[in-house]
T-cell receptor, first 113, second 114 residues
Framework: AQSVTQLDSQVPVFEEAPVELRCNYS??????LFWYVQYPNQGLQLLLK??????LVKGINGFEAEFNKSQTSFHLRKPSVHISDTAEYFC???????????FGQGTELSVKP | GAVVSQHPSWVICKSGTSVKIECRSL??????MFWYRQFPKQSLMLMAT?????????EQGVEKDKFLINHASLTLSTLTVTSAHPEDSSFYIC??????????FGPGTRLTVL
């Protein structure tokens, strides 16, 4: 079965600094990967997704992620964060056999002024 | 496009009562919908997969008689928490399938059982 590991439960960072949120997935023949953001007391919003093609994926709000097959990673990055980026971020992989998303534990990004 | 709504956004009920939560896909048809439960500071836990016109598939450990799911149309799925107790208090989120692996999420429903 597929699995996802988000290596950092909390990432504090100062405003305008770069940030990387790490995500590793269990190996599979084909893999579809997603990053979602959740603001307090809200549902999840899709940031970006990798289905195939270019390994560098650009998403909304200035975020991007790189699919690295050899390291089975899909790290999320942003060159300069804003206070408004403070939220919970979830990495997910699509489980072909089960037809469902497998979520990581989440990373709380806290941007301080 | 791809908007999913949930109603109510929050609900407070007494122990022993039943609560129904609606999940609607507003601008697309959703053959498959999902119901999740989320505890504070934790990830989403999939409760069940709901397919239009058929019985829901529940994840291991989820009581299907406790959490009744109905997906009667391509735009509506409902979750009914029967005989709710304080331990059922949680944040419930639905999603609708859209494309390869992707899901569109509703805003969530905060259930508090007194």
């Amino acid at each position: 079965a597929q699995s996802v590991t988000q290596l950092d439960s909390q990432v504090p960072v100062f405003e305008e600094a770069p940030v990387e949120l790490r995500c590793n997935y269990s190996s599979s023949v084909s893999v579809y990967l997603f990053w979602y953001v959740q603001y307090p007391n809200q549902g999840l919003q899709l940031l970006l997704k990798y289905l195939s093609g270019s390994t560098l994926v650009k998403g909304i709000n200035g975020f991007e992620a790189e699919f690295n097959k050899s390291q089975t990673s899909f790290h999320l990055r942003k060159p300069s964060v804003h206070i408004s980026d403070t939220a919970e971020y979830f990495c997910a992989v699509y489980d072909n056999q089960g037809g469902k998303l497998i979520f990581g534990q989440g990373t709380e990004l806290s941007v301080k002024p | 496009g791809a908007v999913v709504s949930q109603h109510p956004s929050w609900v407070i009920c007494k122990s022993g009562t039943s609560v129904k939560i609606e999940c609607r896909s507003l601008d697309f048809q959703a053959t498959t919908m999902f119901w999740y439960r989320q505890f504070p500071k934790q990830s989403l836990m999939l409760m069940a997969t709901s397919n239009e016109g058929s019985k829901a598939t529940y994840e291991q450990g989820v009581e299907k008689d406790k959490f009744l799911i109905n997906h009667a149309s391509l735009t509506l799925s409902t979750l009914t928490v029967t005989s709710a107790h304080p331990e059922d208090s949680s944040f419930y989120i639905c999603s609708a399938s859209g494309g390869v692996g992707e899901q569109f999420f509703g805003p969530g429903t905060r259930l508090t059982v007194l």
